[in-house]
């Protein structure tokens, strides 16, 4: 076992500069956009226009890739949180479970003598908490065991907990739970229960697999590990009935059970990056780490010591692929890996996207209710209807900034949240902070409580307005047309066409202020 694991290794070191000068990288990197932004904008042109010409290019073939012989396939995801959808942007949206398992079918089909494994490496629930912090929203929960029925019908096959998934998991795991996943496991080496009231995921599963391309059936472990709870968050897993212990003294522990009993080792982690360079640093017979990486941005694929790291992009926008590739005595002996982008040209799997739809129909039920009562309880302290808000809204802004108003009203922005009422999204807390104003800050609450705070409006790209109402001299608002504030939304992964040079355009507009404005000197 030891001389395999270093055969291994060793080829790693070799095929690695080849597999990530082979990387996939289905983005465009950060220069390329920067780039774009220094050219000279043209002609301006409606976002509609814009729209056609961004259309992806390529076909399914393109994305499925060249079959190059690889003999196990293992497609990895992370960072969820209880989507089975995702918020995109409405021209081109990305992503969403029913095109994940049509692209896997497909691999499959063009595939069919190549093993196939399906791994999330973390932060799969969602961890929305009532205002109270007591438990989950009750929308959270019904997310939540959507995803779980999700998973048995796309026969996800490893699931790791990270402690952000801790607070569903204390509903999941319980001795007579009514809904409990059977064909994915659960597992997590340094998360324990306290007490009978729970039951501990498994620190491990083996899973063997087989093809007409592997020379024998091959043993993966798959060790499922996360990071301790920060310390300003440690109250978000109180009452869930666990524990989370050591992760590098329980992944070396585990490490040694599976060590006869498995021919390739998988760490599946919800780890910081200097947590994942010492988990390699000190197990020399770790093979590969796929880590979950919750900043939206994923690292190159890299060796640390004797093991490759991949890591997982987040939701469900881009699929990772890990290629392995097996010589005749079936030994793993190289690898290359890919990222997918779930695009439209991606068919959506007809179960899956039949399930979606139900899901969605329920949920947004569930969350209307929800938005009822908050409007009344948050109402019934305003009676005489003041809100007490920073906000002055646009209207108020276009009594001096006429011109600018129109511009805007004319806009697609003055219309954002239709795009959310079109998608049954108004009240998913992932989508609205980008189509309303002031969300979660004395701003929006939801289209019931403050439906005046709809829509990207002035304020949003401007800032709060009402000290500028105060006191409109010039010089003391700040009104910049940069990049970085449409960034905030518009970027790479909710919005992957964006183009500063080509969009500002659409929406140019000059502080024309009225000379009859108050307050003007």
């Known amino acids: ?76 995801s992370s960072t969820v949180h209880g989507n089975l959808e995702v918020c995109g942007c409405p021209i081109h949206p990305l992503g969403g479970v029913a095109r994940r398992v049509g692209y896997i079918d497909a691999f499959r089909r063009r595939s069919p003598e190549a093993a196939v494994l399906q791994v999330d490496a973390g932060y799969i629930f969602s961890a929305e908490r009532k205002a109270d912090g007591s438990d989950l929203k009750e929308d959270a929960l019904l997310m939540n065991d959507w995803i779980v029925r999700a998973n048995e019908v796309m026969n996800l096959d490893v699931v790791n ?9 204390g509903h999941l795991l319980r001795p007579n739970a009514p809904l409990k996943p059977e064909k994915t496991a659960l597992i997590s080496a340094n998360i324990k229960a306290v007490d009978g009231s729970r039951i501990s995921p498994a620190p491990y599963v083996i899973r063997i697999v087989t093809g007409k391309r592997l020379p024998r059936p091959v043993r993966i472990a798959f060790i499922g590990v996360s990071d301790r709870v920060p310390e300003d968050r440690a109250g978000e897993i109180a009452g869930s009935g666990f524990i ?6 329980a992944v070396k522990a585990a490490l040694a059970e599976v060590h006869d009993k498995a021919d390739v080792t998988v760490v599946t982690g919800f780890l910081s990056l200097p947590m994942v360079n010492r988990l390699a640093r000190q197990n020399d017979d770790l093979d590969i780490i796929i880590n979950a990486e919750e900043r939206g941005l994923v690292p190159d694929p890299r060796q640390i010591n004797n093991a490759l790291v991949v890591f997982a992009a987040r939701e469900t926008k881009h699929l990772g692929e890990l290629r392995l590739y097996v010589d ?17 040209i991606i068919p959506d799997d007809p179960q899956m ?11 947004d039920a ?48 003055s219309k954002a949240f239709a795009a959310l009422e079109t998608r049954q999204r108004v ?42 109402v105060a006191e409109p001299r010039a010089g003391n608002y700040k009104t910049p047309a940069k990049n970085e ?36 000197r």
């Not at 979606?356 to 129909?361: C, G, L, P």
Request: glycine share 6%; net charge neutral; with cysteine.
């Open 244 to 249: 989370i212990e050591d992760p590098l003294a």
């Open 427 to 468: 009240y998913d807390a992932a989508c609205i902070g980008c189509h309303s104003l002031g969300y979660q800050k004395q701003g929006f609450i939801n289209i019931r409580a403050t439906p005046q705070f709809a829509n990207v409006q002035c304020e949003s790209c401007h800032g709060a307005g009402s000290a500028h």
């Open 485 to 520: 504030s449409c960034l905030v939304c518009h970027d790479r992964e909710n919005s992957p066409d964006f183009d500063f040079a080509r969009y500002w355009p659409v929406i140019e507009h000059v502080n024309s202020l009225r000379e009859s404005a108050p307050g003007r």
């Open 161 to 169: 907990l990270a402690w952000l998934d801790l607070a569903y998991a």
């Open 328 to 344: 005749r005595e079936g030994m793993v002996d190289r690898f290359t890996v890919r990222y997918v982008e779930l695009d439209e």
């Open 1 to 76: 076992m030891p001389t395999r694991k270093r055969y291994l290794s060793l080829l790693i070191v070799f095929l690695f500069a080849l597999a990530a000068g082979g990387v996939s990288w289905s983005w465009r990197p950060a220069q390329a956009i920067i780039r774009q932004q220094d050219r000279p904008a043209k002609k301006s042109e409606g976002r509609e226009a814009l729209a056609k010409k961004a259309a992806p290019s390529g076909t399914l073939n393109d994305r499925l890739g060249k079959d190059d012989g690889y003999g196990i396939v293992l497609f990895y």
């Open 366 to 413: 569930v969350q209307t209710r929800m938005a009822e009562e908050e409007a009344r309880a948050y109402l019934a302290d305003k009676p005489d209807g003041t809100l007490n808000s920073p906000y002055v809204l646009s209207e108020t802004c276009g009594k001096c900034h006429v011109s600018e108003y129109e511009s805007w009203r004319n806009s697609l922005h």
């Open 353 to 363: 996207a039949r399930m979606t739809r139900r899901a969605r129909s329920e949920i």
